[in-house]
């Protein structure tokens, strides 16, 4: 059985996102559920997917001037 580079990204997801609807975390700022699923080794596109399966909506803070 192998364990596809597809199948990891899928799992990191997977993992990502159970994270994310945890009660202990999921009140928790999306800058830092961020960085901890970074320093978990999870990249910004598959960090980017985790959020957006579990409904996050990040503010966008724009400089516009």
């Known amino acids: ?3 596809t580079a597809h199948s990891y990204v899928i799992f990191q997801v997977l993992v990502a996102l159970d994270f994310l609807k945890n009660p202990a975390v999921e009140h928790s ?3 830092i559920q961020r960085q901890f699923l970074a320093s978990k ?6 960090i980017d997917v985790a959020f957006q399966q579990a409904g996050i909506v990040e503010q966008v803070t724009s400089c516009d001037s």
């Open 1 to 3: 059985n192998k364990f």
């Open 29 to 31: 700022s999306a800058k």
């Open 41 to 46: 080794g999870l990249s910004n596109q598959e």
